[in-house]
């Protein structure tokens, strides 16, 4: 397969449509970026690399840093961990309180704000250093020295995060938060704070890829059998509520972020992240989501 030549086609096709949605000015900090930015890059298995656009700039990965929350908090819990969240898509917005209250405070799934609050919290009572610990783990898996967390972002988040305020402390009533409600929500401003490129996205998520292994080192990140069922969150929960949309038109295990990026794996092939920071009424990229739809057409590389 020409992904080089695909990337191309897609990149000159987009640049056809209008670019609608706004950038998610909610958080200051994100309110400032060029909503004309586009990057897509796509790292195979064997490690071919092939981007186009602003592929090479890092933006605010937000919600997509959840995964690698759940990947570390699913191999220090095992099977306890679905004693605290769910796995099921939510139907609800991604910062809804109105769930909590008819589950008695268990999240719908660890990709909504109030799952990954749950994720925070067992983290810190397992860690001794917490937030080290996860920049550490996500380097391990990335290869990457330099991915760390953004101070400016950070505060930018904890200025306006009222809700997730709201939703931890709710879930805190409800027995479902163990340690200090600051401190949880410190860890968790930080973790949607973190910033990398579309490339080093794909480097960072190619584990769930191949099986749970870094193809470029070969360490295991993640048993396989815990790979899988990280991607089938990703599947059913990754995009909010429009997973089942995602799923619809493009057919790949993936996680978005309210910075305008996505990032998809198609299992035994390949990882993509897309960016475009203009986001459609449900929170996610408006162009990622039609970049990565024109990419499993064009290639028939849908897992369905």
């Known amino acids: 397969m020409d992904y080089q030549k695909v990337l191309a086609e897609i ?8 670019n609608i949605g706004k950038v998610a000015a909610y958080i200051p900090e994100l309110g400032k970026v060029d909503p004309d930015k586009f990057g897509m890059h796509l790292l195979t298995t064997d490690h071919r690399h092939y981007s186009v656009g602003d592929s090479e700039e890092r933006f605010s ?59 925070c919290d067992i ?27 953004c ?35 410190d860890f968790y401003f930080n973790l949607c704070s973190i910033e990398l490129s579309c490339r080093e996205l794909t480097q960072l998520c190619l584990f769930l890829a191949a099986d749970g292994v870094n193809p470029a080192n070969s360490e295991r990140i993640i ?25 619809f038109r493009v057919g790949l295990p993936g996680k978005s972020g309210v910075g305008g990026g996505i990032i998809a794996v198609l299992p035994g092939e390949y990882s993509v992240a897309v960016w475009s920071p203009k986001l459609n009424q449900k929170g996610n990229s408006y162009k990622g989501m039609r970049a990565l739809e024109l990419l499993t057409t064009k290639t028939k590389s849908s897992i369905f």
């Not at 009572?125 to 760390?148: C, E, F, H, T, V």
Request: with cysteine; charged share 25%; hydrophobic share 40%.
């Open 223 to 247: 048993s396989s059998r815990k790979s899988k069922r990280i991607n089938s969150i990703m599947q059913l929960c990754g995009f909010y509520d429009e997973a089942g949309e995602f799923a």
């Open 61 to 119: 990965i937000q919600s997509i840093a959840k995964v690698m929350m759940l990947t570390l908090a699913f191999e220090l819990e095992d099977e306890k961990l679905w004693e605290r969240v769910g796995v099921e898509p939510s139907g609800t917005n991604f910062n809804s309180l109105v769930q909590l209250e008819y589950e008695n405070g268990i999240p719908r799934n660890p990709f909504l704000n109030a799952g990954a609050l749950v994720l």
């Open 123 to 149: 983290l810190i009572s397992r860690l001794s250093n917490p937030k080290q610990q996860l920049l550490d783990y996500m380097r391990k898996a990335a290869g990457n020295p330099d991915i760390n967390y």
């Open 11 to 18: 990149a000159a096709e987009l640049q056809g449509i209008e």
């Open 151 to 185: 101070p400016r972002i950070a505060e930018s988040e904890r200025l306006t995060g009222f809700r997730n305020t709201a939703l931890v402390n709710f879930m805190k009533s409800f027995g479902n938060i163990k340690n200090e409600v600051e401190v949880v929500l």
